[in-house]
């Protein structure tokens, strides 16, 4: 099979792997579709190793890249029952794999796991070629109502989002600041706002802003034409936001997101990468700030994703604003790499 392969400084290629057979525990899935995540940029703009990029240790490569597969078990290996995955049965992956055993692999949480992780598209094969090998305990169903490239989507993108909105506890209390509008940030824009928050949306392209008012943004601010701090200010009578997500990794706008919360608001960093600096005393302690730091999702929060938007029929195919086949990645990542699209995902027959 072939499968794109990430080699820094803005090039892939297509290259040629065997087609992968499922060891003990493990299944072989076939890709109907995979998506293409701000993550991916690290190691595709890197210079050196793509996983080094992110800060996620060495291992042999090259690896196909993608970290957000979806499509249908077409293999099973020795120990997995049909009863747990079904030939054809339609599945995303939560792309880490952990030791299995401790703690935090017990409930769904792989990528904490102290053992050491293969993260897939990463540091392990991914979603980017026709077939992919996991351990079965990393499929989780996808829901009947919604496609593929949703599927895709909610495995990393879209799921980050929402990680990230349960953690703040958004709700029809809040004003919320979601600061980057690309595939994570469009995603916060929409479930936000199907969980009752009023949105705001910040980012530097006019186009990511204006899919930000189609998905739900009460207002939308440019950064590079306003202050997002003063505009926000502004907006909330000069109380500052409820809540605020940062899905940009910029410094800048991550002491904005700080900056824009009001007294006792709640903040999320999401966005990969970078030193900020805070005045820790003005900034947040003299304001009761709450700081989380998002990190993706459990499995069972990826379950969770995918059932919030299908019960609420929520449109996220409106993200999915430009498909590709693999004989396209070159010029695929170089659209996604202007960062002013939706979400880009190649699609498999």
Not at 74 to 91: S, Y
Not at 118 to 139: E, K, Q, R
Not at 246 to 252: M, V
Request: aromatic residues 8%; charged residues 20%; hydrophobic residues 40%.
């Amino acid at each position: 099979m072939r499968g794109v392969v990430f080699l820094g400084n803005r090039k892939l290629e297509l290259r040629e792997f065997p087609d992968p057979t499922p060891g003990p525990g493990d299944v072989v899935v076939a890709m109907k579709a995979s998506g293409m995540c701000g993550s991916d940029l690290h190691p595709y703009r890197s210079v050196g190793n793509a996983a080094a990029a992110l800060g996620l240790g060495g291992g042999r490569g090259p690896f196909v890249a993608g970290h957000e597969p979806c499509g249908v078990v077409a293999e099973r290996g020795p120990g997995v029952n049909e009863a747990d995955a079904p030939t054809g049965q339609r599945v995303m992956v939560h792309h880490y794999k952990g030791c299995g055993r401790c703690k935090h692999c017990r409930v769904g949480w792989a990528q904490l796991c102290r053992q050491g992780i293969v993260v897939y598209g990463m540091t392990g094969h991914g979603g980017h070629a026709p077939f992919i090998s996991v351990p079965a305990y990393t499929l989780v169903p996808l829901p009947e109502p919604l496609g593929f490239a949703a599927g895709a989507a909610i495995s990393c993108g879209t799921g980050t989002a929402y990680g990230a909105l349960k953690r703040l506890d958004v709700s029809g209390r809040d004003t919320l600041a979601v600061f980057g509008q690309g595939p994570v940030g469009l995603s916060a824009t929409m479930l936000g706002r199907a969980m009752g928050a009023r949105v705001i949306a910040i980012d530097v392209a006019p186009e990511r802003l204006a899919l930000a008012r189609e998905f739900g943004a009460e207002a939308v601010v440019n950064a590079r034409e306003a202050d997002p701090v003063a505009a926000l200010r502004e907006l909330t009578h000069g109380e500052g936001v409820e809540t605020a997500m940062d899905c940009t990794g910029n410094p800048e706008a991550r002491v904005a997101a700080v900056r824009s919360a009001t007294t006792w608001g709640r903040v999320a960093f999401v966005g990969e990468g970078n030193t900020t600096t805070f005045d820790i005393s003005q900034d947040m302690i003299r304001r009761q700030l709450t700081i989380h730091a998002s990190w993706t999702f459990s499995s069972i929060g990826q379950a969770e994703c995918a059932r919030f938007i299908a019960d609420r029929r929520i449109p996220l195919d409106r993200l999915l604003t430009h498909r590709f086949t693999l004989d396209q990645a070159d010029e695929a990542y170089r659209l996604f790499d202007t960062q002013t699209t939706g979400k880009g995902f190649f699609e498999f027959a």
